[in-house]
């Protein structure tokens, strides 16, 4: 017969490491299995979204949400675009946000080397200056570049405004530069760009939410529903019915970029936001795509109101 070992530390050791082990399961019932890991499958390419960018040889973007259902519709909704002049909007509300409403009527004086190409309104002023009031009207409505950086100046700077959108819970928009420079949109620049899905939901925020008192956020959606550029007229409105509001802010810049960020109503309806960014290869592409912007908001609302 075998001589029995000697029940050794070493050994005691070993049987307890098995206890806790034992207590676990019970006999029969399989251990259970380890926690999955995170998903890295992409976002399923939407073919309709897909057929559009073919058809304009452009690249897409659509974030549009049904502010009631939640229901959404997302296309390269988190890939970034250069938001060029759809920032004036958030400017604006930045500047409202931090200010009482007497704030409107302060003059802001400038010098004829502030002025910029784009400044149709501000160019008429450099001898009187403009109130804080008329500077949101030319920024938003008539996107007049001087303008929105002059509210930017108010605010102290771009990375202000950055801040104010870390704020509103953005984590993706980020205000590097000042006009002319953001409309430079070079691929892969990500200074003063955003994503579809961020740079919609924080409009959301100020024009639908309570990121605004209610007397700022009438201020700025009115100046919103009355673009007094062609811009506004031939993307995301062009593609709705007549009778839905819209509140809207467009943006154009170099490599083909057209954007819209829109809010609008439809009749009867609970608002829906439409968010599109697009851009082309080629930094002097043509501006021949807007009907895309059109077709997508149009798609949009009909798959998000059926």
């Known amino acids: 017969m075998a001589a029995s070992r000697p029940f050794t530390r070493r050994t005691l050791l070993a049987v307890a490491a098995l206890i806790p082990l034992a207590a676990c399961t019970s006999p029969g019932t399989p251990a259970p299995p380890p926690s999955p890991l995170p998903s890295t499958t992409p976002p399923v390419p939407d073919e309709h979204l897909v057929a559009l960018e073919r058809k304009y040889d452009a690249r897409l973007g659509v974030f549009a949400l049904n502010t009631s259902t939640g229901a959404s519709l997302a296309h390269r909704a988190d890939e970034r675009f250069a938001f060029c002049s759809t920032f004036k909007g958030l400017a604006a509300a930045a500047v409202l946000h931090r200010n009482p409403m007497s704030h409107l009527d302060t003059l802001v004086r400038y010098a004829k080397q502030d002025l910029l190409k784009s400044g149709v309104v501000t160019s008429q002023h450099v001898a009187t200056g403009m109130t804080i009031r008329d500077l949101c009207d030319a920024a938003v409505r008539h996107s007049d570049g001087t303008a929105g ?18 704020g509103l819970g953005d984590t ?17 620049d990500p200074r003063d760009t955003s994503t579809p899905r961020s740079l919609g939901t924080s409009y959301q925020k100020i024009v639908l939410g309570d990121a605004l008192t209610e007397d700022k956020r009438a201020f700025l959606r009115d100046l919103m529903e009355r673009p007094a550029t062609q811009a506004g007229a031939q993307r995301v409105r062009a593609g709705l019915p007549k009778d839905w509001r819209v509140a809207d802010k467009t943006g154009t810049g170099d490599y083909g970029t057209l954007n819209d960020i829109a809010l609008v109503w439809p009749p009867g309806k609970a608002p829906l936001l439409i968010a599109i960014m697009s851009s ?21 609302a009909t798959t998000l109101t059926r």
Do not use: C, F, W
């Not at 950086?149 to 870390?166: C, F, H, V």
């Not at 993706?172 to 892969?188: C, Q, S, Y």
């Open 280 to 300: 082309k290869a080629a930094k002097d592409a043509k501006y021949d795509h807007q009907p895309m912007l059109a077709e997508a908001a149009s798609y949009a």
């Open 172 to 188: 993706v928009t980020r205000m590097d530069r000042t006009e002319p420079a953001i409309v430079e949109a070079t691929p892969g």
């Open 149 to 166: 950086n002059l509210l930017l100046r108010d605010l102290g700077g771009p990375q202000q405004l950055t801040e104010y959108l870390r």
